[in-house]
């Protein structure tokens, strides 16, 4: 069954401190990986897309890392700042069944001051 | 600004009432998504357009009628909802195929069925 679990499923951070989210997948075959950030109230804002090819991506304060062999992801966040608090969802995309896309639960982060 | 637009943001609506909710994307994209956010769930995809022209339909109930009049505007038409569809709808487009491309979300409409 293809299947995306995430831990933790939330975690509290003192604002400064870094983190990192985890993801195992089971989807196969597969085609890329994706992590969004959802603050409260808002729709979901893509962060970063790796292929299979692709080890690591950064964008900003955001790392994250695939393992394609080991079917898991990592989001690491550096330097926490308040507005990093909200849910951090991974999104694996299936390479073949119409290419659907499989969502986690998402990690519910909360960066306190 | 998202670049995806929804209104209302805030619905609240009887099991007998008829409404919609409206989607506008500013980003030229040609594909265009309904999602329902519902809590402890993974979203949900409920309908696909590209190019106007719905693709996928994921076993929704007829009481939800969405609708494309083209490729910048999408609509969900509501009918006879149950208390149970009261949920996160989320918009969204992207500029291709959404197994390449990265989605755009709406900030969607929180929708509550009484």
């Known amino acids: 069954k293809n299947q995306v679990e995430q831990s933790p499923q939330s975690l509290i951070i003192l604002e400064g401190k870094n983190c990192t989210l985890q993801?195992?997948?089971?989807?196969?075959?597969?085609?890329?990986l994706r992590w969004y950030k959802q603050d409260t109230g808002r729709g979901p804002v893509s962060l970063t897309i790796?292929?299979?090819s692709e080890n690591t991506k950064s964008n900003g304060r955001y790392t994250a890392t695939l393992d394609a062999d080991t079917k898991q992801s990592s989001l690491h966040i550096t330097a926490s700042q308040l507005s990093d608090s909200a849910s951090y969802i991974c999104v694996v995309s299936h390479a073949g069944n119409n290419r659907k896309l499989i969502w986690g639960l998402g990690t519910s982060l909360g960066v306190n001051p | 600004e998202t670049g995806v637009t929804q209104t209302p943001r805030h619905l609240v609506m009887g099991m007998t009432n008829k409404k919609s909710l409206k989607c506008e994307q500013h980003l030229g994209h040609n594909a265009m998504y309904w999602y329902k956010q519902s809590a402890k769930k993974p979203l949900e995809l409920m309908f696909v357009y590209n190019f106007k022209e719905q693709t996928e339909n994921n076993s929704v109930p007829s009481r939800f009628s969405p609708e494309c009049p083209n490729s910048s505007h999408l609509f969900l038409h509501l009918h006879t909802l149950q208390p149970e569809d009261s949920a996160l709808y989320l918009c969204?487009?992207?500029?291709?195929?959404?197994?390449?491309?990265?989605?755009?979300f709406g900030n969607g409409t929180r929708l509550t069925v009484t």
């Open positions: 969204a487009s992207s500029e291709g195929d959404r197994a390449n491309s990265p989605l755009h």
């Open positions: 993801c195992n997948y089971t989807v196969s075959p597969f085609s890329n």
């Open positions: 790796m292929t299979f």
